[in-house]
Every structure is written in structure tokens, then in C-alpha cells.
């Protein structure tokens, strides 16, 4: 079993940017792909990005594509997501999540999430 808790969320300014991260426990962690999803009010849980078990491979939403960044450090049992030139349409609860399989873009392929962290970008 994985318990994730991310942290790094905020307020920015739109053009600003943020660096969350996704600490897990567990001697597993090197063994799941992870994936970061975003929640907005009144909206459903969207992908976002998603990282091997390697972090040799990564995928992303079209609509983060050129502005996030996902990375992970197995050694730290920490994934993170960079997240520059925010639009306040990236306002969400971002959540890290652990996958069955690497690129699952909807929430049945994930079997562990974290409670999220809260990003809001200002216009």
C-alpha cells in the first residue's frame, strides 16, 4: 500500500509559477507509475500528467503540454509537478496519484491518491 500527501499548492499570479510535490510511503514507490490530476469547482477530475516508473517517460493533457513539467525522484519516494505560465483556468485541487499502468488517463487506472492541494491563479 501507498499513502501519498502532496503539498506546494497556492496563490499565484497568472504567467506565475508553482512546484508541487507528492511525497509517498512505502518501499514501493520505484514500482508505480504516478500521475497528477486537477479537480476544478463544479467539474470533473481531469488528467494532467503522468511519469513512468523510471521517469524516463512522461505524458501529458494537451492543455498543460509546453507549461507543466512532471519528474520524480525514487530515492526521495517523491514525484513533483513544475508548473510554469500559469492561466487562472489551472485554478484547481491537484491531486498525485499512483497507477496500475503508466499513462492511465482516467481515475479507475490510479489505485492511490493523495487529499490534494489547493492551486489558485489570479488574473
Known amino acids: 500500500q501507498v499513502q501519498l500527501v502532496e503539498s506546494g499548492g497556492g496563490l499565484v499570479q497568472a504567467g506565475g509559477s508553482l512546484r508541487l510535490s507528492c511525497a509517498a510511503s512505502g518501499r514501493t514507490f520505484s514500482s508505480y507509475p504516478m500521475g497528477w490530476f486537477r479537480q476544478a469547482p463544479g467539474k470533473e477530475r481531469e488528467f494532467v500528467a503522468a511519469?513512468?516508473?523510471?521517469?524516463?517517460?512522461?505524458y501529458y493533457a494537451d492543455s498543460v503540454k509546453g507549461r507543466f513539467t512532471i519528474s520524480r525522484d525514487n530515492a526521495k519516494n517523491t514525484v513533483y509537478l513544475q508548473m510554469n505560465s500559469l492561466k487562472p483556468e489551472d485554478t484547481a485541487v491537484y491531486y498525485c496519484a499512483a497507477a496500475r499502468y503508466f499513462g492511465a488517463q482516467i481515475s479507475s487506472g490510479y489505485d492511490y491518491w493523495g487529499q490534494g492541494t489547493q492551486v489558485t491563479v489570479s488574473s
Open positions: 511519469i513512468n516508473r523510471g521517469g524516463g517517460s512522461t
